[in-house]
């Protein structure tokens, strides 16, 4: 049975006895509740509402939520951070997304392509970030928004980011756009055909049909040009590709393939990187660098700055890599095939705070324990590489973790 939420200073009264106030050192140690969930709603409800969010639009939407176990199941794994780098594009690039989106295109060609013009933007790259995001349209995530976020905010890992991202849903509703029922989207709160989290959404998102409502889940005019600004403002050039994979020369340094590693294509290519197809490296005097998805085993790419605009949209080295191999795709370029290093097993997490627990008190800090191998865990790990012999690509492995076990 939902639990309704009926909020008078009684109620809030009753419910604040015995419960700790959200954000307090406390709350982190008890387990997530309903009855601690209806504490922090309630808290939660006079804090949006002295944010300006209207009683009316608050006693809608936080009427009759409750605690999503579901949601906090799905923050606990998330497939980009969790499957090796080429299972993830087995299925983010498949036949059937590449054909899918194709189909799409040529259906949208007039509107796609008309928007993709006045922003700036490539066309079948909207349509990638339609494909990835959710099987363009297929599935928005069945998530009732307000309750993941209300859920997240309360026992997520991020409190303050959910809590956030729940007052800019609100606000959402409170102005018109969409009625609370119908905010439907994934369990992080992404929304719409091109899943966008709701604090982008007030930033991103356009009323292009002029219809008085910025509708990302049923107008594809308002989708693609909310997507289109997103991109455009993110820093997106339309003159450039995102890069291309790449062939390194034997002698290549390592250590050099790494994203706070910029040169011109120019000087990559006086360095002996050559295209792994075609006849010449993209075309471009902006700065790029060498990225190693799989480490030094696996295929190189050679990225430019529109590819940091995708992550941008996803921080994410996977997706950004998935959505430049499908939007290529989808404009009619052939299938790559790369040889990926499939006999090394992929890290969990826990195996990833052991990883950079073990870094750090080597005298390697990776600048915190947290499972995500970011850029200073990177750092770390290259330091490490090269002051034992291997090969410095930043690449963790269970057998370099096995080995740092072993190690003095």
Known sequence: MRRSFVFSSAVLAMLLVGCAMPGNASSAKEPPSE???????????????????????????????????????????????????????????????????????????ALLKKIAAEYEVSAPLLVAIWGLETAYGATFG??????????????????????????????????????????????????????????????????????????????????????????????????????????????FDWALADRSVAKTVDEWAALGVKPRQGKSLPSSESEASILLPAGHKGPAFLVLPNFRAIMRYNNSTAYALAISLLSDRIAGGGKQRFRWPTDQQALTRDQRTELQSLLTAKGFDTQGVDGILGANSRKALRAWQLKTGLVPDAFATLEQLQRLRLSP
């Open 35 to 109: 009855h601690g969930f209806a504490a922090w709603v309630a808290v939660f409800y006079e804090k949006a509402k002295d944010a300006g969010v209207s009683a009316a639009t608050l006693n809608t939407a936080l009427a009759d939520i409750q605690l999503n176990t579901q949601v906090l199941e799905r923050d606990a794994y998330q497939p980009e951070f969790v499957k090796p780098v080429w299972g993830y594009l087995a299925t983010a690039v498949s036949d059937t997304r590449v054909r899918n989106g194709r189909a799409k295109f040529a259906q949208h060609s």
């Open 142 to 251: 069945g998530f009732n928004v307000v309750e993941a976020l209300a859920t997240l905010g309360y026992a997520g890992r991020r409190t303050e980011f959910w809590q956030q991202e729940l007052l800019a849903a609100l606000r959402i509703i409170d102005q018109g756009d969409i009625a609370a029922s119908q905010m439907i989207g994934s369990w992080a709160g992404a929304m719409g055909h091109t899943q966008f989290m709701p604090s982008s959404y007030q930033a991103r998102a356009i009323d292009y049909d002029q219809d008085g409502k910025r509708d990302i889940w049923g107008s594809y005019g308002d989708v693609f040009a909310s997507t289109a600004n997103f991109m455009q403002r993110a820093g997106w050039r339309q003159d450039e590709s995102w890069g291309a994979a790449v062939a390194l020369p034997a002698d």
